[in-house]
């Protein structure tokens, strides 16, 4: 059975880029989570007053790849150390977050912080909340770099 995850690591576009090539990743979907707006649109979101982060949410078979290794991926991908901010990307939009689906996905996801925070040495901001209702983005958001021969600087796993 396919299991979901749910993470924002600052532009949701290199975020989809880092996950979508990883064997045992099924499918990679940007959009938005986290906010108290139904149905947001990317304006909305940019205007940083829908309290939603810019997320993917990625489909993936458990019996390919473990949750644990999606959350290293994700720990690479992006400073885990900066409040509202990746890059020249600012606002809470932006945010680091895991959004969890089980509490198994939750314990998972809390062990994971400390031990990186232990390897890094410095104070982790990702925040690691419930899942709530995630919005899909916009068709033009989906695939962005893969559709516009854009590289990301996002580290690849």
Known sequence: MNET???AAGCFWGTEAA?????GV??????YTGGHTE???YEQVCSDRTGHAEAAEIAFDPAQISYERLLEIFWRMHDP??????????GSQYRSAIFFH???QEAAARAALEREQARIGKTIATEIVP???FWPA???HQRYFERHNVVCHVPQS
């Open 5 to 7: 995850a749910t993470f």
């Open 19 to 23: 996950f979508r090539p990883v064997p």
């Open 26 to 31: 099924l499918d990679a979907t940007v959009g």
């Open 39 to 41: 149905h947001p649109t």
């Open 81 to 90: 150390t900066q409040r509202n901010r990746q890059g020249p990307d600012v």
């Open 102 to 104: 089980s509490p198994e």
């Open 131 to 133: 899942a709530q209702t």
């Open 138 to 140: 916009e068709a033009y």
